[in-house]
């Protein structure tokens, strides 16, 4: 393995005990010791190694667990050549662990889920970055099925349409940001399903309850209407989508994190995320995520790649200072050398301020730039627990 | 040329306006008093019943800002599938779909004998309460839920709407509650909702949004899921509102989602029908037009009556100023220009008693708003109106009114004062020379009005939009028939003089009365007319409202014949939505001690777009146990027969005169499965309400409505069951229902039957006093005109009392002229209110019913006010020095 190309001395010894703690919990993990509870303490249901995933079932809503989310992160390009960058998430949050229901509720009006949804449209041509947030509780404006992709909150929806004779199974999004923007895209899986973690589980901490199952496409076509002020226009280009599930995200000590998806022009995806601990360190769960042309993923940890922050843009509304321009350096497990990718935002404010959901963040568009300053690819980065800490939240 | 006529108006107004206003502040300022009275009259009305109508809200306004549109069932309530089904008409649109649900509630009162409507209604509107956050989030809306404004917020991450899901009985109310009732979060709230008794947790306080009017005190707002449980609606919602997401393109939005409702519309069987929150606000204006304009008619009573007076002031200055104006005429003032400066000085009084009257008018509209609100409660719909805001709209109305119609008494007044001659400067003006009442000197004139008012009594309302009905050519009669007896009643008068001089009486006071009445001046007959129209009105609403008396004792004596009779303790007002589970009436009428029941349904429905009641009822109970008075009576017994009377129904007088039906016509009925048609088998008498009721059988209601919810519910007991004793026993067992006794019932309706009238009596009694009021200020200026005949009496041995006495006489004998001729025409009024204005409005038949006790009240009033204020006035006349120039 080639040693990173940074290495001052302080930052190789932080490498080293970054190494030697998650030796040691693979070394438990191994050995069972780590025991994963199945339930946590409130009574959702903990990921389990090993889960067999039914499809289109596990694209589905899956209540027993705190926390869900279906999330799209795409680049479109209009007849015209405009470029657009655009968000579509819709989260899921259990008021009460399953079996149990609120004394009021209805099928209408239930009360034991709460959507949330945010949407968002990014224009680097105008340089006008636009979002909205929708809330609601599960009934008849908001749900998400049990059996298949079928989420929807207001009238933003995102459903999977079962193949047909000569037809491919493909996903629809329907949504809205202000009242400004309308979209309908057609999304087809270019690469199968991913499932990033170990054994069908994505740990991230110390603590076996932070897990989540993490599905994910990592590359679909994108095809659909865009009406921009009144006026549809045919967009076409390329998205991300990622279904995760899990009843706690965080670990004793993180605040939050950075998480990066890049679609690289030769064909290869990359997927990481930066678990952020209370004194701005890595956290060792991180990791980097390879996605080979076949679809094939090998995923390293922390001592194989670097973060690097090379900018800040600074939130005038929230505050938050967010380091969004940075470098991603890490080694190719196919070739065991290290790649530099510098992700830079399309636009600068791309801050969800989060007023219905509570948690600010932000999450932008951007460019993948070699060491060359060509530009190779196209990426969402996202950036949470900058404004305040996550811890509990998630 | 124009500043030298300004000097000469300037002039005029120091020397013969300002001047005499000064020389005589009690007489100017009981002139410009008489005219505020008036003015107030009409102006406290008008905000009262503004404030009234304004009570009246589409209080999902306030959580809101104003949706773009709503949409109501046809019939009954909405199920809440509908919400589904929209959003997937609707696709992407980006619009809120807000489900409301409404009903009312009121604080319990555990006392043994309740006053029906003594606690105010709560009006409590069910919203998806997770789901207006959205409405918070768009820059056009207000301020948000859950926010920290808001005292419900918990330090949860979802702004803590999770503790309201959790406990689903809980509450949010206005700051103004809060305040009043030393509220908190957190405070429990007890509460009747149909007939459950519940106790509510404050889980915060509505947001205000600054943008709209402030949240009334009596708005509460729950989860509607825990609303739907608590109003035993479950799965309905009352109506849809729909809030287009702000941008450019709101309207075009709304347009295109308007056109997508219409086209999902199964014309034959609507599903819905779409509306604005402008149409319930405009329905609710139409709903009470006639009420309201009846009301500003009938406060115009004190102005009519104050406009004599202010001919009179003005045309008793002409004459005292006679010789001022003679002057300047020799100077070379022109009549154009004096005929100005009169002009000018009625406006003048318009403008100053005007505003005088707004600010009486203001203190007046607090105290007529709580009565006017009642009406509007007991008879339309929940009118939360404590309080009028003063009205800059209705202000400038009311002062254009004054100054107009001061000009107008000031008209004539002014053109006299125009001709005086210069060569009068020699002639000291007096009474011989008055000039005013040319006009009341024809009874030709007289006899003409009183024909064109028979002549307009067979004319037909004005329909108003909505359903109202307004008789505008009643009114025009009944000002004919006061004008015109007005001026026959001077003849009497002079009849009256006459009389008392062939008597040959030794009373020198009488004598002397007698002599001024013999050819009675301008002015006496000015006087007489005034007390013809203030107590030809007050009798005529005397008589209607006694026969309206009697008409309802009679129906109530019949109507209230059954044991018990049973509704919601919460049915406070004739709107309450609260009403009885089926499980609960049910029940009660299995309870072996009842020998037969009616269970009321009632229900708001349309007929070509216009409201009325259809009422779901058992026909044979209603026959046997109200005992209707028969307007048409059936021509069988099939529609008592409830396997005969399927497609037959029974209507009220109301509704007969509303829709133009009668025995026989054929009603297209809105129902949830379409239009059913049912034929009209008879037409009873009712004064429940103006907007007409259509009976069914109670099974076909249900059927219908889809709803089996009572409105209230009737026993008859087994023979040997003490009514008393039962409604001890269902308090007990249902302390959130209200059970009344028929005779405790009876007292009650009267009651509040008279309570409605309280406006009416509160009008009655402005007018009675600004003709007594008038009646002293006219006694004053006759005598200051005779003050020169007063120093000669006084001279010959008169003494004081002697004088006072005689225009103590004079002013009775006057009054008795206006008096008789008053009563005369009341009873040609009373006629006129019962058979024609009232008829016509309400379309209720009365029983005539003269309250001979009360006309005789009334008279005796208007003499003594008369002759004591002929007396005092009499005596400060006697006290007059000749030359004193006022």
């Given amino acids: 393995m080639t040693a990173m190309p940074q290495a001052p001395t302080p930052a190789k010894k932080h490498l080293l005990a970054t190494r030697l703690v998650a030796a040691a919990l693979l070394l438990g993990w191994m050995s069972g010791a780590a025991e994963i509870p199945r339930l946590t303490a409130d009574g959702y249901a903990v990921p389990q190694p090993g889960r067999y995933f039914v499809f289109p079932r596990d694209h589905g809503s899956h209540p027993e667990f705190a926390i869900e989310w279906w999330y799209i992160t795409g680049h479109l390009t209009a007849a015209d050549q405009s470029q657009f960058g655009f968000q579509a998430t819709f989260f899921r949050r259990a008021l009460v662990p399953p079996g149990l229901t609120n004394a009021s509720s209805s099928a209408s009006f239930g009360s034991s889920q709460i959507y949330l949804a945010h949407m968002a449209l990014v224009n680097p041509g105008t340089g006008k970055f636009i979002f909205q947030e929708k809330l609601n509780r599960d009934g008849w404006d908001a749900y998400a099925s049990t059996n298949t992709m079928d989420v929807r909150n207001g009238n933003w929806s995102l459903r999977l349409v079962s193949p047909q004779a000569g037809r491919p199974e493909f996903y629809q999004l329907q949504g809205t940001v202000a009242a400004e923007v309308a979209f309908a895209l057609k999304l087809i899986p270019r690469k199968p399903l991913v499932i990033f973690g170990t054994n069908g589980v994505s740990r991230k901490a110390a603590d076996p309850r932070a897990s989540s199952h993490y599905l994910t496409f990592p590359r679909l076509s994108a095809a659909g209407t865009l009406t921009l002020n009144e006026t549809n226009q045919a967009v076409a280009g390329e998205a991300w989508m990622d279904h995760e599930f899990s009843s706690s995200q965080l670990g004793a000590g993180q605040v939050g994190w950075d998480w990066l998806s890049l679609q690289l022009f030769d064909g290869r995806e990359l997927m990481a995320y930066r678990l952020r601990r209370q004194d701005g360190s890595t956290d060792p769960f991180s990791t980097v995520a390879w996605i080979d042309l076949a679809g094939k993923v090998v995923q390293i940890g922390p001592d194989q790649f670097n973060w690097s922050v090379c900018a800040h843009w600074q939130s005038l509304q929230s505050g938050a200072d967010y380091p969004s321009l940075v470098r991603l350096q890490a080694i190719n497990p196919a070739t065991s050398r290290p790649e530099s990718f510098m992700v830079q935002p399309l636009v600068a404010d791309q801050e969800l301020t989060g007023k219905l959901g509570g948690v600010g963040y932000w999450e932008g568009a951007c460019r993948v730039l070699d060491e060359n300053k060509t530009v190779i690819g196209r990426a969402y980065l996202e950036l949470t627990g900058y404004g305040e800490s996550l811890r509990g939240k998630f | ?886």
């Fill in chain 2, 1 to 886: 040329m124009a500043a030298s006529n300004l000097s000469v108006l300037r002039l005029l107004w120091s020397r013969i306006a300002w001047r005499h206003w000064r020389l005589s502040p009690v007489s100017s300022f009981l002139l410009l008093l008489i005219l505020a009275i008036g003015v107030a009259a009409f102006f406290s009305i008008r905000l009262a019943n503004r404030a009234a109508v304004a009570g009246f809200q589409n209080f999902t306004d306030l959580v809101t800002s104003q949706s773009d549109g709503l949409i109501t069932a046809p019939v009954g309530t909405l199920s809440e599938t509908v919400l589904l089904e929209l959003r997937e008409l609707l696709g992407n649109a980006p619009v809120n779909l807000l489900p409301v649900l409404e009903t009312t509630a009121v604080v319990p009162d555990r006392a043994e004998r309740q006053t029906i409507g003594s606690r105010p209604t709560f009006q409590v509107l069910g919203l998806d309460l997770p789901a207006l956050v959205n409405l918070a989030s768009q820059p056009d809306n207000g301020p948000g839920w859950f926010s920290p404004a808001t005292e419900g917020k918990t330090n949860e991450s979802d702004h803590g709407f999770s503790s309201v899901l959790r406990n689903p009985q809980s509450v949010f109310i206005s700051a103004a509650l809060a305040k009043r009732d030393q509220l908190k979060s957190g405070s429990l709230l007890p509460l009747i909702i149909n007939e459950h008794l519940v106790t509510l947790r404050v889980a915060g306080i509505i947001p205000a949004d600054p943008r709209q009017p402030a949240v009334p005190a009596n708005l509460l707002i729950m989860d509607l899921p825990a609303l739907q449980q608590l109003a035993d609606k479950p799965g309905q919602l009352d109506r849809v509102e729909f809030v287009v997401e702000a941008g450019p393109h709101r309207s075009a939005q709304w347009l295109g989602i308007k056109e997508k409702l219409a086209a999902a519309n199964l014309t034959n069987s609507p599903r819905w029908l779409v509306g604005s929150p402008a149409d319930r606000r405009a329905s609710a204006a139409t709903m009470t037009e006639a009420f309201r304009l009846n009301l500003t008619i009938l406060s115009l009573l004190a102005l009519l009556v104050g406009l004599y007076l202010v001919f009179q002031g003005l045309d008793g200055a002409v004459v005292r100023r006679r010789g001022e104006i003679a002057v300047l005429r020799s100077l070379g003032v022109t009549s154009g220009q004096i005929q100005s400066a009169w002009l000018v000085e009625a406006a003048g009084i318009g403008l100053v008693g005007g505003l005088l009257g707004l600010g009486l008018g203001w203190l007046g509209a607090q105290l007529a708003v709580k009565m006017v609100a009642r009406t509007v409660n007991a008879l339309y719909f929940a009118s939360s109106a404590d309080s009028a805001a003063f009205d800059f709209r209705e202000a400038v109305i009311a002062l254009v009114i004054s100054v107009l119609a001061s000009i107008f008494a000031g008209w004539r007044p002014a053109r006299v004062a125009a001709n005086t001659l210069p060569a009068q400067i020699a002639v000291r003006a007096g009474l011989s020379n008055f000039p005013g009442g040319k006009l009341l000197r024809r009874p030709q004139l007289g006899m003409a009005l009183i024909l064109l008012g028979m002549a307009l009594t067979w004319f037909p309302p004005l329909r108003l939009p909505g359903g109202g009905r307004l008789p505008i050519a009643a009114y025009a009669a009944a000002l004919g028939w006061i004008f015109g007896a007005g001026i026959l009643a001077g003849i009497f008068l002079g009849e009256l003089g006459r009389g008392l001089h062939r008597l040959k009486m030794n009373s020198v006071p009488l004598r002397l009365a007698g002599s001024h009445l013999r050819v009675p001046s301008g002015r006496h007959r000015l006087l007489v007319a005034s007390l013809v129209c203030a107590v030809g009105m007050t009798a005529g609403m005397a008589i209607l409202v006694g026969s309206f008396d009697t008409t309802m004792r009679g129906w109530i004596a019949r109507t209230f014949q059954a044991d018990l009779f049973i509704s919601s303790d919460g049915a406070q007002t004739a709107s309450s939505a609260s009403r009885i589970s089926p499980a609960t009436w049910r029940a009660i009428v299995a309870h072996p001690a009842v020998k037969q029941a009616n269970v009321i349904q009632v229900m708001d429905i349309k007929l070509a777009g216009v409201s009325t009641l259809l009422v779901g009822n058992h026909l044979a109970f209603f026959r046997d146990y109200s005992r209707p008075a028969w307007v048409e009576p059936p021509d069988s017994d099939d529609v008592f027969n409830p396997d005969l009377n399927s497609g037959l129904a029974l209507a009220s007088e109301a509704f007969s005169a509303r829709f133009h039906m009668h025995r026989g016509s054929s009603v297209p009925v809105p129902t949830r499965s379409g239009f059913r048609h049912v034929t009209i088998a008879g037409i009873f008498a009712d004064y429940g309400n103006e907007r007409g009721s259509l009976l069914i059988e109670q099974r076909q209601f249900a059927g219908w409505s889809g709803n089996e919810l009572a409105a209230s519910l009737i026993l008859a007991l087994q023979p040997g069951h003490d009514a008393e004793a039962m409604r001890a026993e269902l308090r007990a067992a249902h302390p959130g229902l209200g059970v009344f006794t028929s005779g405790y019932l009876r007292g009650e309706s009267l009651r509040i039957f008279h309570q409605t009238f309280a406006v009416t009596y509160a009008l009655e009694l402005i007018g009675v006093v600004v003709a007594v009021a008038g009646l002293a200020f006219t006694m004053a200026s006759l005598l200051w005109e005779r003050r020169e005949d007063l120093n000669t009496l006084r001279a010959l041995g008169l003494r004081r009392e002697e004088l006072a006495s005689a225009a103590a006489w004079e002013g009775a004998l006057t009054a008795a002229a206006g008096v008789v001729a008053g009563l005369a025409v009341s009873l040609a009024l009373g006629w006129l209110l019962i058979y024609r204005i009232n008829k016509q409005t309400f379309g209720w038949t009365l029983q005539t019913d003269r309250p001979w006790g009360q006309l005789a009240a009334l008279a005796l009033l208007v003499l003594a006010s008369a002759a004591v204020a002929g007396w005092f006035v009499g005596r400060w006349a006697a006290r007059l020095p000749a030359e004193r120039e006022e």
